[in-house]
């Protein structure tokens, strides 16, 4: 088992602390394995055995215990001593009434709890409704660049000449680097996730009847990563295929995907206004990979899928990220954290002139003195213009920052 750090080093600023935790993001991403981390983290620290009660409610052997009273009752005759017990409870939104039941384990019992979910909607709703302010919740996303390269050297034996080639074709998803799978099998694991995440967290945790509109929905989103639109454009687009579906309809769906944590919308920022737009946002995948499984590659999307992977990288390093808007220009994202921010551009490659002036020129006309970069896949174009620095997409992945 690989010890994913930065998500372990989180946790424990809160462990033992009057503080639910609750690890969110998609199916498969390691939300588990996590769990199974900290289990032996506090082993070590001299937490006995049988003060660590771990439930995976996807399990069937936990079947009896999915509704709140089951739960309660269990936990309740588990704990038998005065000491601390802490409770790792895995995929808590399969448990019908679960916030009820966890908010009595904090006013009942001495525990520590860490949550896992799925849906981000159903997390942040209920326990902002029966835990304010007593919660955190921490993102766990797919593999990061750093974190794929330990995965391919301890399960893969193989060196690879240009290893980002790989996890560009391959993407994040753990279970992907555990095994020497073709490209053939890693994408029909990850269409197995994507079916998986579409019907259970999205179709039966909202109630969705029109599921071939919903595919269809999803499918001009994942061709469409890097890209501004507005659900008057998705509208638009099923109106011109002879295919009716109404803004709030579309609205519904896109919030369904991003609860389920398959996408994540981005809005605009004005740069000089220094407000969040309301209109014509952008929408990334949570593991490129999705798009291969559902659609298949196409070089038309390079410059997307670039542009997907520095999105994610931001938000594992803790950005808030928006598009930025500069008069008629844009930027393609601005991250802030803790009020400091950073400007990128992503390009495929710095192999033309116009291209070149535009993507610095761009950064170029934003006057504050924050961190400027452009983010290619060349090799070979070398330097800044300006104080704005040109980075292989590699340096951007694995300098920290």
Known sequence: MIFREHYIQELEKYIDKPIIKVLTGIRRSGKSTILSMVKERLQQRGVKTEQIISLNFESFQVAPLLNAPALYN????????????????????????????????????????????????????????????????????????????????????????????????????????????????????????????????????YKIRDIELLERVVKYVFDNIGNTFSGKNVADYFKSQQRKIDINTVYNYLHALESSFLIYKVPRFDIKGKEILKTMEKY????????????????????????????????????????????????????????????????????????IDREFGNLLTVSDQYPKYVITLDDFWQGSVKGVEHLHITQFLLNAQ
């Open 284 to 355: 990334y995948l949570a593991d490129i990979s999705l798009l291969y499984a559902a659609m298949g590659f196409k070089d038309s999307n390079i410059s997307g899928i670039l542009e997907n992977i520095v999105f994610l990288e931001l938000k594992r390093r803790g950005y808030h990220v928006y598009v930025g808007k500069l008069g008629t220009g844009e930027i393609d994202f601005v991250a802030d954290k803790s009020g400091a921010k950073l400007y990128i551009q992503v390009a495929y490659r710095l192999d033309l002139q116009a291209t």
């Open 74 to 205: 269990y936990i309740r005759d588990k704990i038998t001593t005065r000491e601390k017990y802490y409770l790792l409870l895995d995929e808590i939104q399969e448990v019908e009434g679960w916030e009820k039941a966890i908010n009595s384990f904090t006013v009942d019992f001495h525990v520590d709890i860490i949550l896992t979910g799925s849906n981000s909607r159903l997390l942040s709703s209920e326990l902002s409704t029966y835990l304010a302010g007593r919660y955190v919740e921490i993102p766990v996303y797919t593999l990061s660049y750093s974190e794929y390269l330990d995965f391919h050297k301890k399960y893969s034996g193989k060196k690879e000449d240009k290893p980002f080639n790989r996890y560009f074709r391959y993407g994040g998803f753990p279970v992907i680097h555990k095994g020497n799978y073709s490209i053939e099998s890693a994408q029909k694991i990850v269409f197995d996730i994507y079916s998986s995440v579409l019907l259970r967290d999205t179709v039966q945790r």
